[in-house]
Protein backbone atom coordinates (compact mmCIF):
# COMPACT_ATOMS: atom_id res chain seq x y z
CA UNK A 1 0.00 0.00 0.00
CA UNK A 2 1.09 3.69 -0.77
CA UNK A 3 0.61 6.07 2.20
CA UNK A 4 0.67 9.87 0.53
CA UNK A 5 0.68 12.09 3.44
CA UNK A 6 -0.75 15.71 1.37
CA UNK A 7 2.70 16.85 1.17
CA UNK A 8 3.88 13.70 -1.17
CA UNK A 9 4.75 9.92 -0.58
CA UNK A 10 5.97 8.58 2.13
CA UNK A 11 8.94 6.18 1.02
CA UNK A 12 9.51 2.85 2.97
CA UNK A 13 6.54 3.44 4.62
CA UNK A 14 3.59 0.44 3.81
CA UNK A 15 1.98 0.09 7.28
CA UNK A 16 -0.80 2.04 9.11
CA UNK A 17 -1.60 1.61 13.18
CA UNK A 18 -4.91 3.38 13.92
CA UNK A 19 -6.42 4.11 17.57
CA UNK A 20 -10.07 4.84 17.14
CA UNK A 21 -10.24 8.40 14.61
CA UNK A 22 -6.14 8.89 14.48
CA UNK A 23 -3.32 7.59 12.56
CA UNK A 24 -0.60 6.64 15.30
CA UNK A 25 2.55 5.25 13.71
CA UNK A 26 3.59 4.41 10.60
CA UNK A 27 5.83 2.02 9.89
CA UNK A 28 7.54 -0.62 6.65
CA UNK A 29 5.21 -3.15 7.61
CA UNK A 30 2.48 -4.45 10.54
CA UNK A 31 5.15 -6.27 12.13
CA UNK A 32 7.09 -3.02 12.85
CA UNK A 33 3.95 -1.20 14.15
CA UNK A 34 3.54 -1.57 18.40
CA UNK A 35 0.11 -3.17 19.91
CA UNK A 36 -2.05 -5.84 18.49
CA UNK A 37 -4.21 -5.47 15.41
CA UNK A 38 -7.31 -5.67 15.99
CA UNK A 39 -7.75 -5.43 12.01
CA UNK A 40 -5.91 -6.02 9.24
CA UNK A 41 -6.57 -4.18 5.85
CA UNK A 42 -4.76 -5.27 3.01
CA UNK A 43 -4.35 -2.21 1.03
CA UNK A 44 -3.73 -4.59 -2.09
CA UNK A 45 -1.37 -1.73 -4.21
CA UNK A 46 -4.08 1.30 -3.35
CA UNK A 47 -2.99 4.78 -2.13
CA UNK A 48 -3.99 5.95 1.22
CA UNK A 49 -4.58 9.62 1.55
CA UNK A 50 -6.14 12.21 3.63
CA UNK A 51 -9.37 13.39 2.64
CA UNK A 52 -9.99 16.11 -0.25
CA UNK A 53 -11.22 19.20 0.73
CA UNK A 54 -12.66 21.72 -1.73
CA UNK A 55 -10.95 24.72 -0.80
CA UNK A 56 -11.87 26.89 -3.61
CA UNK A 57 -15.40 28.03 -4.10
CA UNK A 58 -17.48 31.51 -5.49
CA UNK A 59 -20.25 31.18 -3.26
CA UNK A 60 -20.86 34.72 -4.09
CA UNK A 61 -21.92 33.98 -7.72
CA UNK A 62 -25.86 33.83 -7.47
CA UNK A 63 -25.49 30.25 -9.91
CA UNK A 64 -23.34 28.85 -7.01
CA UNK A 65 -25.49 29.74 -3.90
CA UNK A 66 -28.51 28.18 -5.35
CA UNK A 67 -27.00 25.49 -6.67
CA UNK A 68 -25.55 24.74 -3.15
CA UNK A 69 -28.54 25.49 -1.98
CA UNK A 70 -30.28 22.95 -3.86
CA UNK A 71 -27.71 20.40 -3.20
CA UNK A 72 -27.93 20.94 0.61
CA UNK A 73 -31.81 20.52 0.77
CA UNK A 74 -31.38 17.27 -1.34
CA UNK A 75 -29.63 15.61 1.03
CA UNK A 76 -31.74 16.97 4.12
CA UNK A 77 -33.92 14.29 5.74
CA UNK A 78 -37.66 15.26 6.23
Do not use: Q
Amino acid sequence: MNIFDGRGPLPGVSAVRIEGSSIVELGAEVASLGGVADRIIDGGGRTLMPGLVEAHAHLSWPSSVSAWYRACRCRRKT
